[in-house]
C-alpha cells in the first residue's frame, strides 16, 4: 500500500478517489462562474462512485469548504439579513431532516438522489414572494431536502434570482445561505454517527481543489454566459439521474 492509498478512504478505489479530487476542481468552478450546477454536478458523480451512507455529509464538507471559498470573494455583496432570516429556518429544517435521513435504506436514498438531480436539471421556475417569512420558509424546507438529497443550490438559486438585480449578489447571498446548511448538515450527521475521520484525507483534497476551483471560476462569473453552459449540464445531469435510478431500482429487486 502506498502512502496516498493510506491517507484516502479504504471504501473507494485509489482511481475513485483521485477521479473526485480532480471534479472537485471543475464543479466547483462551474459553480463560482455561472452561478449553479456545480454542486448538483458533483452529487451526482459521488453518488455513482461512492457508498449511499456517505454521499450527503462527505459533499456537505466538500460543499462547505467550496462555498467558503466563494464567500470569502464575494462577502461584500451578500444580503445578510435576508441570508439571515434564511438560515433561521435552516435549523428547524436540518433538525427534521436529519433523523429521516439516517433511516433510509441505500435503495431508496439512491432513487431519491436520482429523482430530486432530475427534478433539478428540468425544474419549473417560480417567484417567492418577498418577505422574512417565506425567506424562512424556504430555509426550513431546503435544508429538510439537504438532509436527504443534498444538491438543493440550484432550486434556492431559481426561487431568489427574480428578488435580484445583481447576479453577483445572488451568488454571493446563495453562497450565505448554502454555507449555513453545509455547517449544520456536518454538525447534525456527526452528532448521528458518521464518521468523517474515515473520509479525512479524501476531503483535505476535494476542499483544496474546491477552493482552487472557485478562485479560477470568479474569473469567468462576468464572462461566461449561464445559458450557454446549461444545455450542456442538463445532458450530463439526465444521464447520470437515470444511472442513480437504474441503480435503485436494481437494488430493490
Do not use: C
Not at 475513485?16 to 476542481?25: E, R
Not at 458523480?45 to 454521499?55: R, T
Not at 433510509?104 to 417567484?127: E, K, T
Not at 479525512?200 to 449561464?226: D, E, H, I, Q
Request: proline letters at 4%; aromatic letters at 12%; glycine letters at 12%.
Amino acid at each position: 500500500m502506498t502512502w496516498l492509498e493510506w491517507w484516502l478512504p479504504e471504501q473507494l478505489s485509489l482511481v475513485a478517489s483521485l477521479s473526485l479530487v480532480v471534479i472537485s476542481f471543475f464543479t466547483s468552478a462551474l459553480t463560482a462562474a455561472v452561478g449553479i450546477g456545480g454542486g448538483v454536478m458533483l452529487l451526482a458523480i459521488m453518488a455513482n462512485l461512492m457508498p449511499a451512507a456517505a454521499i450527503i455529509p462527505v459533499h456537505g464538507v466538500v460543499q462547505l469548504g467550496s462555498n467558503l471559498g466563494r464567500l470569502l470573494t464575494l462577502a461584500g455583496l451578500t444580503d445578510w439579513r435576508m441570508a439571515g432570516w434564511f438560515s433561521l429556518g435552516s435549523v428547524f429544517g436540518a433538525l427534521a431532516g436529519g433523523q429521516l435521513a439516517v433511516s433510509i435504506p441505500p435503495a431508496f436514498l439512491q432513487l431519491a438522489l436520482g429523482s430530486f438531480i432530475l427534478y433539478s436539471a428540468w425544474m419549473p421556475v417560480f417567484r417567492l414572494p418577498a418577505g422574512r417569512k417565506s425567506i424562512s420558509l424556504l430555509g426550513a424546507g431546503t435544508a429538510f431536502l439537504a438532509m436527504i438529497v443534498a444538491g438543493i443550490a440550484p432550486f434556492v438559486f431559481v426561487v431568489l434570482k427574480d428578488l435580484f438585480s445583481d447576479r453577483r449578489a445572488l451568488i454571493a447571498t446563495q453562497t450565505a445561505m448554502m454555507t449555513t446548511q453545509q455547517v449544520l448538515k456536518i454538525v447534525i450527521f456527526g452528532s448521528l454517527g458518521f464518521v468523517f475521520s474515515d473520509w479525512y484525507g479524501l476531503l483535505v483534497l476535494m476542499v483544496g481543489t474546491g477552493f482552487a476551483g472557485t478562485l479560477s471560476g470568479k474569473y469567468f462569473l462576468n464572462r461566461l454566459p449561464a445559458e450557454r453552459v446549461q444545455p450542456i449540464l442538463k445532458a450530463l445531469l439526465t444521464v447520470m439521474a437515470f444511472r442513480l435510478l437504474y441503480m435503485g431500482y436494481g437494488s430493490l429487486g
